[in-house]
């Protein structure tokens, strides 16, 4: 997996129109989040939000899950999981993009 891959990939699922033909789900979006954190950051080692802070909780939580994946592989399930995702949804020039990164 290169750098360039896992770049060229946050840069498409950043730029999704909302509508658009390819909607990831929400579960989808909080594997992206998990796996971009930590591919950039590395293990979560913030406070969990507060009770009422739903999202921040949920974001929290898909990104300690997360804990222990190393940088490439995160980077690997992230590329992975979008090019599952663009296949299904029949964006092949996408999926180019991303198979084509140097």
Known sequence: MSQAKFD???AIVQGLPKDGPVKPTQDDQLYFYKYYKQA???DNTTAR??????T???KWDAWTDAKGTATADAQAKYVAKL???LKAAGDDAHVQEIESAA
Do not use: C, Q, S, Y
């Open 8 to 10: 060229k990939a946050v």
């Open 49 to 54: 939000p507060g009770m009422l802070d739903f």
């Open 56 to 58: 921040g909780k949920a």
């Open 83 to 85: 090019l599952e995702i």
């Open 40 to 42: 950039n950051i590395g």
